[in-house]
């Protein structure tokens, strides 16, 4: 088992990373383990099948989504919005041309998407079905027209995980750093 130390790594290179690499050739050439310590989070895996001759070569070649969906499983890449102005911003991004549309269908009125607005900006909820708790009818109504009328269980308004981007751009720099171990080659 082999020990690197990555210091000087992350979105603001003040974030360091340890890692744990242990060959195993039992089922492929280029197979093994690989585990990685951060400061807040910690995540193993064992690649058992890969091509690659020696297993930092194949460490070196991987992607970050997919280490990332190896070693941290659990974390998802979208998670539900927390905030009013969370869902205002989703909205505005993804949904222009369904608010558009019910506009110009005479669904949603001016006035019923002021207080739609007015009513958004200034709420908190930890899931969706509290946020539905707080809407009115006319919200309710609002949000079936964006959303669809599963809004609620399927396609509600999501945002990026803070998680997942944090360990994505560690995992893009621990990348990095064994491609330089490799060499700089891939």
């Given at each position: 088992?082999?020990?690197?130390?990555?210091?000087?790594?992350?979105?603001?290179?003040?974030?360091?990373?340890?890692?744990?690499?242990?060959?195993?050739?039992?089922?492929?050439?280029?197979?093994g383990?690989?585990t990685v310590?951060?400061?807040?989070?910690?995540?193993?895996?064992?690649?058992?099948?890969?091509?690659?001759?020696?297993?930092?070569?194949?460490?070196?070649?991987?992607?970050?989504?997919?280490?990332?969906?190896?070693?941290?499983?659990?974390?998802?890449?979208?998670?539900?919005?927390?905030?009013?102005?969370?869902?205002?911003?989703?909205?505005?991004?993804?949904?222009?041309?369904?608010?558009?549309?019910?506009?110009?269908?005479?669904?949603?009125?001016?006035?019923?998407?002021?207080?739609?607005?007015e009513?958004?900006?200034?709420?908190?909820?930890?899931?969706?079905?509290?946020?539905?708790?707080?809407?009115?009818?006319?919200?309710?109504?609002?949000?079936?027209?964006?959303?669809?009328?599963?809004?609620?269980?399927?396609?509600?308004?999501?945002?990026i995980?803070?998680?997942?981007?944090?360990?994505?751009?560690?995992?893009?720099?621990?990348?990095?750093?064994?491609?330089?171990?490799?060499?700089?080659?891939?």
């Open positions: 088992m082999e020990k690197f130390i990555f210091n000087k790594i992350g979105e603001y290179k003040s974030d360091w990373a340890i890692t744990y690499v242990d060959p195993n050739n039992t089922y492929s050439a280029g197979g383990r690989l310590v951060l400061s807040s989070y910690s995540g193993s895996a064992f690649f058992s099948h890969v091509g690659d001759p020696t297993f930092i070569e194949f460490v070196a070649q991987c992607d970050a989504p997919y280490l990332l969906k190896k070693l941290f499983p659990k974390v998802e890449k979208w998670v539900d919005v927390e905030e009013g102005v969370e869902v205002i911003e989703y909205i505005a991004i993804n949904k222009l041309s369904e608010l558009k549309e019910g506009r110009s269908s005479g669904e949603i009125s001016k006035k019923d998407l002021r207080n739609f607005y009513h958004l900006k200034d709420i908190e909820f930890e899931c969706i079905s509290s946020l539905f708790d707080q809407l009115t009818f006319k919200d309710r109504t609002i949000m079936c027209e964006l959303f669809g009328e599963d809004w609620l269980w399927e396609s509600g308004p999501t945002k995980n803070t998680v997942y981007k944090y360990l994505e751009t560690m995992l893009a720099d621990v990348i990095s750093e064994f491609k330089k171990l490799n060499g700089g080659q891939v």
